[in-house]
């Protein structure tokens, strides 16, 4: 009921992380672009198949001197999968520890990103060359308080040699979306969901521009080829904005959705990684990354220990804007006060001493099995981790938000977002 809501506030109220002053505000009043990269886990940069790196635009971004890139970030998906990422983006809420937020939550009262920044004078849009029913979004993205959803009635689907199995392949639709974004009235808060890089990661083989891996395991072996059809639509993005005048005014996040390759795999991904994986290993493959690129800013390798939950306010501090009074449930990540430990969907979490996967606790600086008597902060932390996926499932089961609305904030009424296509 509505006195769980203070429960709630007492919990943020004291978990909050105040903003570094270096760099809040760092992007004020600029555009925001997500370029969402399905299924992209962080192995793939710097990785070479036949001597030819994967991912050549990708691993230049990562030394660009205005891009903070994050080496030790983790999803944190369950079942909604992209779903699931886009939720803790748009939130700073976990996904269900069942399903999907998205399909069985798609009514609640959100504090969304879309919403709070139209406080602050933004314009938002999703692009996306799918259906806009998929994942149900043409509907939780009313309430999250987008303004325009770019779905497949907007762009050509026409050819077939355009067409992925999720829609529209990723050098089409950024060339499609040029139109829409630069219409959009600035500044601007918005997404483009890539859809190229999907299991079973099959691609016509006239746009495939490097060899296959050699495992034997068709989609590990393919997965290399779509990963690098997607560094080329990246790089085909950033000449676009560069074309279009926005690169001088516009920051650009670039973050994994989810693992591509699932532990089913670990045979064929042993032979990729050259050891074996172990559920340790498994779970240092559940790295993304994370990309952040701010004109002016100065940017480096951040060896932060962070997930997908503590982007938004990570975000909104680098527009200026003050997260103390929303509900969030991740931290900023450039923040003195983050506290380094991933909370996995699970309840297993990573922190940069130790990993606790399947209920077992690994030492990551060895990889080593370790008993929880070995670590004496073992059980605090299990149960700070137990405790913020309870109270983000609490919010979100009870549809807590709707008995708190933060001072200034003013969500639009859903019912008055329209997203059909009147020109289809
Ligand atoms: C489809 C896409 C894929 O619209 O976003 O979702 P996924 O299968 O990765 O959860
Ligand atoms: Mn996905």
New binding site residues.
Partial sequence: DSSDITDVLNYTRSNYAKPNKEYFGAAKDMNVIYLHL??FQTFLLNYKVDGEEVTPFLNKLMKDQETLYFDNFFHQTGQ????DAEFMLENSLFGLPQGSAYITKGQNTYQAAPNILKGEGYTSAVF?G?NGS??NRNVIYKQFGFDHFYDASFYDTSSPKDMAE??LLDKPFFKQSEPYLKELPEPFYTKL?T?GN??PYKMDQDLVTIGKEKTGDQSVDDYFQTARYLDESVKQFFQQMKKDGLDDNTMVVLYG??YGISSNHNKAMAQIMDKEITPYENTNLQRVPLFIHVPGMKGGVDHTYGGQIDLLPTLLHLLGVDTQKYVQLGTDLLSKDHKEIVAFRNGGFATPNYFFVDDKYYDNKTGELLSEDQIPEAEKIKAEVSEKLSISDKIVNGDLLRFYTPEGFKATEPSTIDYTNKDA
Avoid at 80 to 83: F, I, R
């Fill in positions: 399905e299924s909604g999968k992209t779903s996306h799918n998929f994942w999720y829609g969901i859809v999907h299991f959705d989810h």
